[in-house]
């Protein structure tokens, strides 16, 4: 698995072992690691239900890219805080389609899936979006983000999880996992 164990403060370590890339957040993994590793209880699995339903509906409007997961959801939280995660944290980085125009108007249709407030009701997901195509604020956006997540509210540095949004549909290991999870 690619996702390393949970320190002793109960969140994924900024970096473990050797320094290579691979060995540091944000950890690159696909949505059965994140199954395998995140679905240990009730709460979680229906996040993780959450989450593969928000990934088919980006997909499904032409949104490619990868995301930065994170929030409780990949923490030790049940044991930390004595609590069940409330959603998982999602920033999609994203790439229009070649054929969407770049005056905003592709982005204003799909509003709805980079709302918090919809996307946790919809989905458990706290969900941002950050568009790759714009150089004009990239680096800005991009380091408020990782700047954001690689702390807990406390300052107690932490990591993330890379996951990448293929046009194609990816997640079916994941949603058979998921589902042998709840039996």
């Known amino acids: 698995m690619r996702i390393p164990p949970f320190n002793t403060s109960g969140v994924l370590p900024p970096h473990h072992g050797p320094t290579d890339p691979s060995n540091r957040s944000p950890y690159l993994a696909d949505p059965e690691d994140v199954v395998s590793r995140f679905a240990t209880s009730r709460e979680r699995r229906t996040i993780l239900a959450g989450y593969l339903d928000y990934r088919r509906a980006l997909r499904a ?5 990868y995301q930065w997961l994170d929030g409780s959801f990949v923490e030790d939280i049940e044991r930390t805080q004595r609590r069940p995660p409330n959603d998982v944290d999602v920033v999609t980085f994203y790439q229009r389609p070649a054929t969407a125009p770049k005056t905003g108007a ?8 980079f709302i918090p407030t919809t996307t946790k009701a919809s989905f458990k997901c ?10 004009d604020g990239l680096v800005e956006l991009t380091t408020y983000w990782h700047g954001l997540f ?9 990591g993330m999880i890379k996951v990448p949004l293929p046009a194609v549909d990816n997640d079916q290991a994941a949603r058979r996992l998921l589902a042998g999870a709840w039996s």
Request: hydrophobic share 40%.
């Open 61 to 65: 409007a032409g949104f490619v890219g």
């Open 150 to 158: 690689s702390h807990r509210r406390d300052g107690t540095w932490k």
């Open 126 to 135: 706290d969900a941002y979006a950050v568009c790759v195509d714009e150089p």
């Open 106 to 113: 592709w982005e204003r249709a799909h509003v709805d899936l």
